[in-house]
């Protein structure tokens, strides 16, 4: 049973910078962990992921300001956001699953434990 927790979010203006963290418990060697946001009446969206093998994958709408790391020896992922805007206000949530995928994953249906959520908010 894997367990997340998500913390870093808060308010910040346009230009500024937040950092999210994601700590994990119960995770095995295969678990994979990406960052989802979503708004108020819109479809969940995968914004960042790191695979098992340490690659990762950014959306467009986060490529180059948005960084997503990972501290092994801590069970936590980081994203990074950076020269943020005001349309990256939303509830962000980190996903995990547990199995052999090398590749990133982003597809909600990828994943079986979510955290509880985090807000951002980016005023202009």
């Known amino acids: 049973q894997i367990q997340l927790v998500e913390s870093g979010g808060g308010s910040v203006q346009a230009g500024g910078s937040l950092r999210l963290s994601c700590t994990a418990s119960g995770i095995t060697r295969w678990t994979y962990i990406s960052w989802f946001r979503q708004a108020p009446g819109k479809e969940r969206e995968g914004v960042a992921a790191i695979s098992i093998t340490d690659t990762t994958y950014y959306a467009d709408s986060v490529k180059g300001r948005f960084t997503i790391s990972q501290d092994k020896a801590k069970n936590t992922v980081y994203l990074q956001m950076n020269s943020v805007i005001p349309e990256d206000t939303d509830m962000y949530y980190c996903?995990?699953?547990?199995?052999?995928?090398?590749?990133?994953?982003?597809?909600?249906?990828?994943?079986?434990?979510w955290g509880q959520g985090t807000q951002v908010t980016v005023s202009s």
């Open positions: 996903a995990a699953e547990s199995m052999w995928s090398p590749a990133c994953r982003t597809d909600v249906a990828d994943f079986g434990y």
